[in-house]
């Protein structure tokens, strides 16, 4: 059949309304690929090979690594087994190349605190802290560590594990999101689930308003 402008708007008009994409189905798909870049995440967050170490307050402690492929993502926690109330250690840690020379660092401060306030009796304890550092080549290096404290105590020792991850499940996580904000926003359009809660809140308290006049 020749090609003219009828049977051109006829073409275009079925492709409208015949095959018109259903949202609630979308939703699904971007639900589906959210739960999987999260799944995604979860593998790459886990744990290849583990390596645990103690370190005294007021000393440093050097900690080989040795490195086998390009961009590896090691995950390092801190955990201090007991800080007395009102009490801070502060630690840092060097990254440092096989000629033991600097080039970057991380620190953080854990603590224990109490006391009473305006609301009553309130306690704030944080034991442990981890950061993920990325080694860019191949190669051995160094984790230099050093620990200081508020208080002085002889055994005062901390925890660090060395963990060496399957890779970085940062981009996962941000595509899970994005992915899952999309299910989302497909489903309120197809569905419009959140104003239907609003408007059965807004009538629930319509609702309560005329039996107080009553």
């Known amino acids: 059949m020749p090609w003219n402008t009828k049977s051109l708007r006829q073409s275009r008009s079925r492709a409208l309304t015949g095959q018109r994409v259903h949202l609630g189905h979308l939703a699904l798909l971007y639900l589906v690929f959210a739960g999987l870049f999260f799944l995604t995440a979860l593998f790459f967050s886990q744990g290849l090979e583990r390596q645990y170490f103690y ?5 440093s402690k050097l900690i080989p690594i040795e490195v086998k ?13 007991h800080i007395p109330v009102n009490s801070w250690t502060f630690i840092e840690g060097e990254v440092l190349d096989a000629d033991k020379e600097y080039l970057f660092s991380f620190a953080d401060e854990l603590g224990h605190y109490a006391g009473v306030g305006s609301k009553g009796e309130w306690t704030e304890r944080n034991n442990s802290y981890s950061v993920k550092i990325t080694l860019p080549e191949a ?28 890779g970085s499940s940062l981009p996962y996580i941000l595509a899970g999101v994005v992915a899952l904000i999309i299910a989302v926003v497909l ?28």
């Open 55 to 59: 370190l005294e307050t007021g000393e």
């Open 69 to 81: 492929q390009d961009k590896t993502v090691y995950q390092v926690t801190i955990f201090n087994h």
């Open 139 to 166: 190669g051995d290096y160094f984790l230099n560590f050093v620990a200081e404290t508020s208080w002085r105590e002889d055994n005062a020792s901390l925890t660090v594990t060395v963990k060496k991850l399957r």
């Open 187 to 214: 489903n309120e359009i197809r569905n419009r689930t959140i104003n239907k809660l609003i408007e059965a809140l807004a009538d629930s308290a319509d609702a309560d308003d005329d039996d107080k006049y009553r």
